[in-house]
């Protein structure tokens, strides 16, 4: 995976999440957070809790520093055994976006 600084230039969560009419209630999952660029952003729209899943400890941890950098305190970070319960969940667990 690239480092933060390329990664960012690849993307503009914002507007891709504009297009995708990702302002909602109701809490949100992310599977492969990566650095936390979607996840942070989709906080800031949410006003429920952003599940951060990602297979790597360290993609966790660079999603929460960014969140707190950005000052949005309802990411909540997932592992695996995390990932394995919500999709064990189904719907109960995520909400399909439009």
Not at 33 to 47: H, I, P
Not at 59 to 70: D, F, I, P, R, S
Request: proline share 6%; charged share 25%.
């Amino acid at each position: 995976m690239p480092d933060t600084k390329m990664w960012q230039g690849f993307f503009d969560p914002a507007r891709i999440l504009d297009r995708l009419d990702c302002d909602h209630p109701g809490n949100v999952v992310e599977f492969g957070c990566g650095y936390g660029l979607f996840t942070v952003e989709a906080a800031k729209r949410s006003s429920d809790t952003v599940y951060a899943v990602d297979i790597e400890p360290g993609m966790l941890a660079a999603t929460m520093t960014e969140a707190g950098k950005a000052g949005v305190a309802n990411v909540q970070p997932a592992g695996r055994p995390a990932r394995r319960a919500m999709v064990r969940a189904g719907r109960g667990a995520a909400r399909r976006v439009r």
